[in-house]
Each structure stands twice: as C-alpha cells, then as structure tokens.
C-alpha cells in the first residue's frame, strides 16, 4: 500500500510496536516524539526487528508552527496514528494544564495541519477504556455511557474523542477510529522493545516485574476488599502487540473506504478480566520468581472491575487479541530481565 503514515509519539510503548507492526506490514512511516518520555534507543529496537530504520523526526506537536512545517515537508502523508501524550494519572491530577495543553493542544495542531491541506487523511487516535469509568454493566460495550472523568488525564481522552467526532462533522475529507484501550502489558516477543517507564511505575505489571527483578522490595496490592471473586480488582490485559496489530487494521480500513462513518469507536481488549491476585499468580507461575507483595489500603480512584465487549472490534475489523495472560506477562517478564541484565 503506497501509503506514508505519521506515527506521533511513536518512540513511547504502544507507538514503538506499532510501528513495527506497520513497517513489517509495508507501510512507510515517519515517527515524531520529543522523547519526554521515550529514547532514541528504541530506533534501534525496531530496527533490529524489521531491518528497516524508520525516518525520525524529534519535535514538540506543542509547537504549532512545527507541526504546519512537518506536514508542509511531507505532504505525501495519507494518515496518522496519534500516541503523543502525557498519560500519568496521578500526575494529571497535580498538574491539569500540562495536561490539557499537552494532550489537547497537540490534538488541536495536528487536525489544523491536516485541515489546512484540503485532502483525504485517516485519523487513529489513542483513546482508553477510562473514558467508560466504572461501567454499569460488564463486559464493557462502546454503547456504554461516557461517565464524567476520574482525571484530568481521563478528560483529556473524553475531549480528544469529542473534539475529532466534531471535526469530521465539519470536514468530511477526516476519517477517524478512536481505539478505547483496556489495559496494555508484556512487550515484543523479539524482546527488542517494550515498556520503559521512566521513574517508579504506577501501574501494575512494570510495578511486579521491577519488583521481581528487586528493584523494588515489595508491590502494594490496593485493596482486598472489593466485590471481586478475591477481594482485589479486575481488569482487562491486553498483549501490546496485539493491541498494535488493531491499529495496523483500522488504518487499512479507512484507507480503503471501508469505514460505514467517518468516526468510528472500538473496544480493545481481551474480552476477558483478570483480578490483582490472578495476575499476581500468573506471573509468579510463567517466571518462576515469588513475589513479595501485600494487602494495602485501597487506592483512591480506582474503579472495581473493567473488562471490554470485544465483538465490534471482532466483527467490523476482523481483529481478536490472540495473546493471553501468560505470554504477556511472560513477555513483560522477559523485558524486565533485558534491561536489568537479569
Ligand atoms: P508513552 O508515554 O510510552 O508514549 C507516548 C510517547 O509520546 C512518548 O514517547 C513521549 O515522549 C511522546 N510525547 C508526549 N508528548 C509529546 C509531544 N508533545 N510531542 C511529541 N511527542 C510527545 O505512552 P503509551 O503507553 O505508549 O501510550 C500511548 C498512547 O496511548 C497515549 O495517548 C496514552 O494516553 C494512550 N493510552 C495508554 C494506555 C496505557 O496504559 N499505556 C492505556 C490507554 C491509552
Ligand atoms: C491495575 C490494577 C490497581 C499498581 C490505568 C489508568 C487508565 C489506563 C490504564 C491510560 C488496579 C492495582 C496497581 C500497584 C496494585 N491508562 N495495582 N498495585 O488503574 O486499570 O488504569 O492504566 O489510559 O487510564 O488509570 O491500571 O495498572 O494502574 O492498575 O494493586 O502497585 O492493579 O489498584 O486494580 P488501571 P493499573
């Protein structure tokens, strides 16, 4: 496919498997990252899995003027796949303006670059399943209502949504997919690239395997006390890998005029939910290390139990996580060893 995709944020975790997806797929692709939270290093990773070095282009989308001339240089550029973010939560919290100039801002340059060529373009914006907060009914359709944001991270994603949705009523050149992602672990199986969290990770798997790997003397579980099976949480992991695959197919879906709207909402996950204490197990099962962990107060924000209805994204893009729990967090596991020489 004669294409050449914008891949922002493309250097970050999801962005750097999809990109590999992408090239393995033939697509020629530019990345951009400022590297606010990523490294050049990662070139390297996805060089070593395509053989192929993708054009790199260090930039700030909070430049404007950046952002025009990028578009201006390439104007054989057919699509963009959207990761450039600040994604921290608790962060968020502290720091809300960072957030929204950030991730609303960059939002709002690129759709004005696009706007201003006057030509077809195909949009895939990173989108997440916190935009659903604690859903009413599990498993998680994209019919569910959009509840008001636990964050001003989580706004961001509710607003990117609604501000794409508004701009494809205005142009009808704009074809969008916004990707509701569960929660992405494990890395590639090449164990060339995966999740580099900078500083101590909020989430959970980098949080076990640093912990495994002794970076840290114990992980806090957050709460045994919910209406769970076990007392702790229950989400949906997905593989990072298959979560970059679905990209690679709603991007051939738009640029093949298959889409029945020009804005359209899929769900990615397995479909499946796993409590803190089941991935816990798993883990300790696939590498062989016991965890030290223990109970800790709940953590304040947390929803009881997300896990998505998968069967849009089965049945209009074809496309069904094919990775379970163990191979991600074995995968996770194998990274984690990498970049400790464990
Ligand atoms: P990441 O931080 O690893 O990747 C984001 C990349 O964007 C980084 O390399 C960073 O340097 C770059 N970036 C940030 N601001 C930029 C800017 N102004 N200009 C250029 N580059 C910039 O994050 P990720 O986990 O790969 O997430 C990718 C996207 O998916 C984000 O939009 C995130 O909100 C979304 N998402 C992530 C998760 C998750 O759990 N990882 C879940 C749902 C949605
Ligand atoms: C998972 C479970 C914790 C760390 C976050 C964002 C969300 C989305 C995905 C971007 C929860 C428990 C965690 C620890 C623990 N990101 N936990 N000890 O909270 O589902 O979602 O990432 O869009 O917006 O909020 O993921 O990995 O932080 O937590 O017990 O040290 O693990 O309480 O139950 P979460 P998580």
Redesign the pocket.
Known sequence: MPSKILV????????SHTSVELIQQGFEIII???????STEVLEGIKKITGISPEFIK????NKNEVNQLFDNHPDLTGII??????AVGESVNQPLEYYE??IG?LVYLLQAIERKGKKFSFIF?????VYGQADQLPITEQAPIKKAESP?GNT?QIGEDILYDVTRSNALLKVISLR?F??IGGHPSIEIG??PKGKPQ?LVPFITQTAAGIHQKLNVFGDDYPTADGTCVRDYIHVVDLAKAHVVGLKRMLTDEQSENFEVFNLGTGKGNSVLEVIQTFEKVSGVPLNYEIVDRRSGDIVAAYADTSKANKVLGWQAKNDLEVSLKTAWEWEKKVRNI
């Open positions: 922002t944020g493309g250097l970050g975790y999801i962005g951009v990252d400022d590297l606010s939270n990523s930039l700030d989308l909070k959207h990761f450039a973010a600040y994604k950030n991730n960059s990173s989108s997440s399943c916190t991270y994603k992602y929660n992405p999740e580099l989430n």
